[in-house]
Nanobody
Framework: QVQLVESGGGLVQAGGSLRLSCAGPGRTFSSYVMAWFRQGPGKEREFVAHITRSGGMTYYADSVKGRFTISRDNAKATVYLQMNSLKPEDTALYYC?????????????????WGQGTQVTVSS
């Protein structure tokens, strides 16, 4: 079983920044494509960003492009989501997810492993 543990959420004013972290399985971490998803109040869980196993390629949802940056440190078995210029509509429970296949996807059904989530609340 792969355990993922998110941290870094909190309450921030609009225009502010937060950095989320997700700690993954130690020495096997580099074998997983990693992604962030979010679920706002009354909404479906939606894709935010993903990153390839080496960290060489990333992809973002249009709603966060230019404001959020996904990165990973395989030596620390951690994936990050740097969130800048936050908006009230970014308020959500943010989840990290892992996929052992060597392909990237925005479909949540394709990710095998999920963290418990970390809450991000952006006030106006």
């Amino acid at each position: 079983q792969v355990q993922l543990v998110e941290s870094g959420g909190g309450l921030v004013q609009a225009g502010g920044s937060l950095r989320l972290s997700c700690a993954g399985p130690g020495r096997t971490f580099s074998s997983y494509v990693m992604a962030w998803f979010r679920q706002g109040p009354g909404k479906e869980r939606e894709f935010v960003a993903h990153i390839t196993r080496s960290g060489g390629m990333t992809y973002y949802a249009d709603s966060v492009k230019g404001r959020f940056t996904i990165s990973r440190d395989n030596a620390k078995a951690t994936v990050y989501l740097q969130m800048n210029s936050l908006k009230p509509e970014d308020t959500a429970l943010y989840y990290c997810a892992a996929d052992p296949r060597p392909v990237t996807t925005t479909r949540k059904s394709e990710y095998n492993y999920w963290g418990q989530g970390t809450q991000v609340t952006v006030s106006s």
